[in-house]
């Protein structure tokens, strides 16, 4: 008999360690590096200091599983592409979706906000993709537009690229651009930023609704802790806390 429940014992023990999550055993591994753009108000720069609601997010939910960071660093969006993509960080935010990036990235299930792309322009009286024919459209390079957008504004208009939303919006202002494709959260902060009049978003013609996602390097990240990431950020995203943090970088000053 004693043997009998020391054997069960000893089985409980075990299973009880083999279900610890895997998070659990990430915590003595090195310190994660994180990169991103500046691209507010998701991710925003203050001397040298990054931070913005996606940052806070990433930042919240590797906090509550164990694991620390080495650093958080914003650069241009094509060179932090790169830097990920060389196996020089860990982490990347906020990344849309695409097939391409699969090849070496990890997608959690769980995006970290999702947000609709729009059209902006100082006209009021565009009501869908067939209005922009002829006009001049500002996108910003390295972006990931549908294929369809970009199809159509290749063929029937006159595209021009830039490097930031900032840039286009400040062209679109001055009227060297007719209207601009850019995200709608981003959208507002950059107009209330720069102070810019007569500009409106065109919120029925959306060109995507998509995730905005930390993606998670394949070469020095596993999927089992990318899916512990996804499993916590859901979490996290059905919390007061982070609706408090949405309301406080989306909606200022609304109850």
Known sequence: MWYSIRTVVFIMLLLAVTALPFYAAQKTERPLVL???VWPPYQTQHDGRVNGFATRVVHHVLNGMGVPVKSTKAFPWQRAMGIFQ???ADVLFSANHTAD?????????ESLVDSPWILWS???NLRSLDDLRGLKIGVVSGYSYTLEFWDYI???CVVEKVHSDAINFKKLAMGRLDAIAAEYGNGRHVLNSLHLKGIRPHTDIVIKTDGLYAIFNKNTVT???VQEFSFRLKEYKASEGYR?????????GQE
């Open 35 to 37: 990169v991103c753009d």
């Open 86 to 88: 060389a196996g020089g």
């Open 244 to 252: 408090d943090l949405y309301r406080a970088y989306f909606m200022p």
């Open 101 to 109: 990036r699969e090849m070496f990235a990890r997608y959690p299930e």
């Open 223 to 225: 999927e089992k802790f």
């Open 122 to 124: 100082r006209k009021k």
């Open 154 to 156: 290749e063929t029937h």
